[in-house]
């Protein structure tokens, strides 16, 4: 069974809150916040702290409405959201910090590290998205938050990235329709406001089939930042970091290892 720890150790009320760390990780130099796709939880990045080691401490992002935290209303805007998010992990920043965000949660670490300068709190050493074109981009994709249940569970299939025993169940479907929406809602209510680029470096993974971001809408990330911009393509679809995890949680430790390195002055 897994152990889940927050700041300074256990859990007083385990499987509660914003951030889930599936692992004690106290040498850590680095803690990276990883948050889901639209309709994705915490235990999408489980695997991820074994696999980054013992220099950086994997906490996952759990949003309402989902797992532990079904029975709360999910936010359907992102000027709710990154106030409240903030709030919830600000605990988690007394040690440097990075973000990693797939497809909604990319918008949501970009927005949350605005957030981070604007309210005086630590900046990241790093950010990282996935499966998003840059913010200031108009969308290409038809709105569904609102559609008839039909058409925003074809929009689910053509993304490819829910399991087929959802699709197919429809109680278990319908009981996640309103944290779906209200995700959708997130991303498709959003309005980029202007705002000086991040000081600190962007990391940016595509899939090469995906038909949500293209590598010219994920180089546009490079004018988000001051410190520099690295775009990686993937084999895949939209949820290439599923489809083939291996190579993408290496690119992410090559990025964030040097960030954690010289954060805590060890020699790599």
């Known amino acids: 069974m897994d152990v889940l720890t927050t700041p300074g150790g256990p859990a007083a009320r385990p499987r509660q809150g914003w951030g889930v760390s599936w692992r004690s990780a106290p040498d850590a130099a680095l803690r990276l916040f990883c948050l889901p796709h639209t309709g994705g939880g915490a235990t999408t990045y489980r695997s991820w702290a074994a696999q980054l080691g013992p220099d950086v401490e994997v906490v996952s992002v759990r949003l309402p409405g989902r797992e532990t935290r079904f029975r709360e209303r999910p936010y359907a805007r992102l000027d709710e959201l990154v106030p409240a998010l903030i709030e919830g992990l600000e605990p988690w920043m007394d040690r440097p910090h990075a973000w990693f ?10 927005e949350a590290c605005q957030a981070l300068r604007r309210y005086g709190l630590p900046q990241p050493v790093r950010m990282l998205v996935a499966g998003r074109r840059a913010p200031h981009l108009p969308t290409r994709e038809r709105p569904v938050h609102d559609a008839p249940a039909a058409e925003l569970v074809a929009h689910l299939q053509e993304l490819n990235g829910t399991p087929r025993e959802v699709l197919d169940n429809a109680g278990l479907l319908s009981a996640l329709l309103p944290t779906l929406r209200a995700d959708f809602a997130v991303s498709e209510t959003y309005g980029w406001r202007p705002e000086p680029p991040l000081d600190c470096p962007v990391s940016v993974f595509g899939g090469t089939a995906d ?23 993937f084999e895949g679809s939209h949820f290439f970091l599923h489809e083939d995890p291996a190579p993408v949680v290496s690119a992410v430790a090559a990025d964030l290892l040097p960030d954690s390195t010289a954060r805590s002055g060890r020699a790599s």
């Open 101 to 110: 965000g797939h497809s909604m949660g990319a918008l949501l670490a970009y």
């Open 211 to 233: 038909p949500v971001a293209n590598a010219e809408e994920l180089y546009a990330w490079q004018h988000h930042t001051t410190a520099g911009c690295t775009v990686r393509m």
